[in-house]
């Protein structure tokens, strides 16, 4: 239980202004009516929070409506409580801990779960200051605020997030569905001619003479007379000669369409396995090659890129391993190239082109994919990885978002530069080579 206790403390004395000393009671101030001063009865009843004032062993001497109200006790069992059994893992360590701390003239700061009446509990920040009641005698005051409402719209704002993430991966897969789709939709049509080629060669022109030469054949009364007398036997040898060849041309030309439909159905295979490599949501760092995982997702895009008529140019150097999630950095990547081919799609054929560069500077693995398209204005270019902030009709806003979430995740930062509209745009991947914390970067162009 004690894990669920998060205890800190700063500097500062407990209540000492003349305002909280005439209210508290101190002598030497306004006269207090009871034993503890019909002001500070007042003062607790006042509190938003559950207010209790406890010895420095814990025993409870005083508390507010509001913390009966949080704890389910009644007035005559609050009396005999000890503070450790209202908090949940509270023991004897901790309160010395408190007292000592407040003992030094700190104040401490707790966030555990209170223990109510019925054993149920609920979250509580808890503030705990020394303050002195009758006299000079030294009490512990427990602020506790219940943040019950706050935790629930914190897991809400966190279901919210893991969703927002969840969309953005499905949104990325979808990306990457589409382009093995079209990768292997290609490839299917090239099995469909390879098929129907083979199908024609087993319907052939030669199978076809063959079997009128064996009919022939096989038609006359006498063989012997016919290979002898007539004519037309005379040339069966050498057409028997031809057929052969042109048979064994027939074949090797099945041979070879077969054996390029199970290079395809490779081909296939390899387009799917790569989809299913990262299709997974990716919960590791692994050691990655940043240029595989370029190829990888430009082989994903390729089937997009071609039917667009885009040019590809690629300067991957030599680059270290980095430490990334692989499914993560595809995302990434196919993202980046999906944007980099939309901005330039619009231009005539031979003006469409990125280009791509892994290279290693000051520690850090860089990529970059570079259009030639729309460009980004100056204003922009800090906006475009907010999330919902699309410059597309039809964009949905979370594609670079995700992305920078993605980098932060990973311990590395993408940024974007461009020279403004109609002069293209940079977009940069850093990943660092070493353990140091992440550094934030902002460059615009």
């Keep these: 239980m004690a894990n669920r206790l998060k205890l800190g403390n700063k500097a500062g004395s407990g209540v000492r202004s003349p305002q909280a000393a005439a209210v508290l009671g101190i002598p030497g101030r306004s006269a207090p009516v009871g034993p503890f001063g019909v002001g500070f009865e007042e003062l607790l009843e006042s509190v938003y929070d559950g207010v209790l004032v406890t010895t420095l062993e814990g025993q409870t001497v005083k ?38 701390s407040v003992l030094g003239k700190r104040r401490v700061f707790i966030e555990a779960f209170g223990q109510r009446k019925d054993n149920s509990e609920f979250p509580a920040e808890i503030a705990v200051s020394l303050i002195h009641l009758a006299g000079k005698a030294q009490h512990l005051c427990f602020m506790i605020r219940n943040i019950s409402v706050r935790k629930e719209t914190e897991e809400e704002l966190e279901k919210t997030r893991q969703e927002l993430v969840e969309s953005a991966h499905r949104g990325g897969m979808a990306d990457i569905a589409t382009g093995v789709l079209h990768n292997v939709g290609n490839i299917v049509n090239s099995i469909n001619v390879s098929c129907e080629v083979a199908l024609g060669s087993l319907k052939s022109e030669a199978l076809e003479v063959l079997n009128k030469t064996n009919q022939l054949v096989q038609s006359q009364e006498n063989v012997a007379d016919f290979f002898a007398k007539d004519p037309r036997a005379a040339k069966l040898p050498q057409l028997y000669a031809k057929i052969a060849e ?70 991957l150097g030599q680059v270290p391993l980095v430490k990334a999630n692989k499914s993560k950095l595809v995302h990434i990547l196919v993202n980046l190239i999906s944007n980099a081919k939309d901005a330039v ?101």
Aim: glycine share 10%.
């Design 63 to 100: 508390y507010n409506a509001r913390s009966l109200e949080f704890f389910g006790y009644s007035h005559r069992e609050m009396a005999r409580l000890n503070i450790l059994k209202l908090v949940c893992g509270a023991d004897e360590e901790l309160l010395d801990t408190i007292r000592r």
């Design 246 to 315: 042109m048979l064994d041309r027939e074949q090797k030309r099945i041979t070879a369409e077969v054996t390029s439909m199970r290079e395809k159905l490779g081909t296939v295979r390899d387009v799917i396995a790569v989809q299913q490599e990262y299709a997974k949501a990716g919960l590791f760092m692994e050691e990655v090659d940043l240029n595989q995982v370029v190829e990888d997702a430009l082989g994903i895009m390729e089937a997009s890129i071609v039917r667009h008529q885009v040019g590809v140019s690629k300067e």
């Design 345 to 445: 799609i619009s231009q005539p054929p031979a003006q469409r082109g990125f280009h791509v560069l892994t290279t290693c500077k000051d520690r850090e693995v860089l990529l970059s994919v570079t259009d030639s398209g729309e460009g980004i204005e100056s204003d922009k270019l800090g906006k475009i990885f907010n999330h919902g902030y699309t410059t597309k009709p039809h964009g949905h806003g979370f594609g670079l978002h995700t992305c920078a979430n993605f980098m932060t995740e990973m311990g590395g930062a993408i940024w974007a530069e461009s020279q403004g509209p109609g002069r293209g745009a940079t977009f940069v991947v850093s990943i660092p080579l070493d353990d140091k914390p992440e550094r934030k970067r902002e460059r615009h162009g």
